[in-house]
């Protein structure tokens, strides 16, 4: 038999309303105590202006550092200002425009407009009065840009230019332009008079990783027992030259975890070869070698580099260019496996240790996609042959790909 709803509200338990949500306040009481406190940091907000003069007024750009050469703004970041006009007479608009450009080298040159935002500021069309002597205006800077149906983050401002491989270079640049419209003046004057001043601005769009990575100083073995999820582990064969007798070796890299790095960290690598020692024993520096260049340390077989890759779609083609953005300094470590050791057919290994550094020089930026411009980094490993004909073992590469940022990450304990 089906349930009325007259039977249905019979068998509810009774209502009762909660009790009212307590009176929050971020400052403790007098009983209570701040146990931890992490403020939120915020960048470094500018009081000053910067002003350019032209022919009939000021452009003022506000909360800018005084000193700098050109404005720079943030990601989402409020573009504030105002125009004073000195000669008002026969002003029709004003208005107001941000554009952004991908300049592109590589043979030839192509130019993508990647933002083109109008916003009037004042119309004689909407006021029957005189165009004022103050005009200000406040706008946010957009975030994403799109092309060809897919949507990309802005990307910040670069130039690199690239001498070594026929003048390639990659440009993104950002302008803010006032335009003032003059109604004409005479009767026998057709064309209204524009007055335009054009200011370039730096975009710097912030970006940090999630979490801290292992400092270059930590004891890699002990850290990589107790925290192996803290660190990627790479593995690749490296295989001796044909018709040479000698099992492959097995190279590890150790790289921390988390595939996000800031320009200019210090990044901890190790550095294993597995096998046995007979193969181990052509990647040990040769004591002939040793002796006679006593005076320097002896060429390393292991590198290890932090490669920039940019990719440039012009005209349906892609041209790609790669740098050396860091290098690694590796160190011996003992114990290892030795030249003289009786039994080349025992089990040991190779390690290096050493902190890769990013050349803030190189990397100007952060790694981003900007569609006809992609700027990816790298961890790259090489084995190098050794010098001479003796060499035992092919060049051996790998790589692991990696997003630089620009900020690096907040201490957790701290509170600045």
Request: glycine share 4%.
């Amino acid at each position: 038999m089906p349930l009325s709803v007259s039977d249905a509200s019979s068998v509810l338990p009774p209502y009762t309303p909660s009790s009212a949500v307590p009176a929050y306040s971020p400052e403790p009481s007098v009983d209570e105590c701040i146990i931890q406190n992490r403020p939120r940091t915020k960048p470094h907000s500018f009081t000053g202006n910067y002003t350019k003069n032209f022919g009939c007024g000021t452009l003022v750009l506000t909360a800018q550092d005084e000193h700098a050469d050109a404005p720079t703004y943030g990601r989402s970041a409020l573009i504030d200002g105002f125009v004073s006009l000195e000669d008002r007479d026969f002003v029709s608009d004003v208005t107001l425009k941000l554009k952004a450009n991908i300049e592109l080298r590589a043979g030839s040159v192509t130019d993508t407009t990647i933002l083109d935002e109008k916003y009037p500021l004042w119309s004689s069309n909407s006021s029957e009065n005189q165009c004022p002597a103050k005009i200000p205006f406040s706008t946010i800077l957009p975030t994403y840009f799109e092309h060809k149906n897919a949507r990309y983050p802005l990307p910040a401002s670069y130039f690199a230019s690239y001498t070594s491989s026929d003048g390639i270079y990659a440009k993104v640049s950002y302008t803010l332009s006032i335009t003032i419209t003059r109604a004409r003046r005479r009767k026998l004057s057709f064309r209204a008079s524009k007055t335009t001043v054009v200011v370039s601005f730096m975009y710097r769009p912030r970006t940090r990783p999630a979490r801290p990575i292992p400092p270059p100083e930590s004891h890699f073995l002990a850290d990589v027992k107790a925290m192996p999820e803290e660190w990627h582990q790479l593995t690749v064969a490296v295989s001796p030259r044909p018709k040479v007798q000698l099992p492959p070796v097995d190279l590890h890299l150790f790289t921390p975890a988390l595939d996000v790095f800031t320009v200019g960290e210090r990044i901890a690598v190790h550095v294993q070869l597995t096998g046995v020692v007979s193969s181990l024993r052509e990647f040990l520096p040769d004591h002939d070698s040793v002796v006679a260049h006593a005076t320097r340390t002896p060429r390393s077989l292991i590198e290890v580099r932090l490669v920039r890759q940019t990719r440039l779609h012009i005209h349906g083609s892609v041209e790609v260019v790669r740098v050396t953005a860091g290098h690694a300094v590796l160190r011996p470590l003992p114990p290892s496996a030795h030249a003289d050791s009786s039994d080349d057919g025992t089990q040991a290994s190779l390690n290096w240790a050493g902190e890769l550094r990013v050349d803030a020089d190189v990397a100007t930026a952060g790694s981003f996609d900007a569609a006809v411009l992609q700027v990816q980094d790298f961890i790259v490993v090489d084995v190098l042959e050794a010098a001479g004909p003796k060499s035992q073992f092919a060049h051996t590469r790998h790589s692991r790909p990696v997003r630089l940022v620009t900020d690096p990450c907040l201490d957790p304990w701290s509170d600045t």
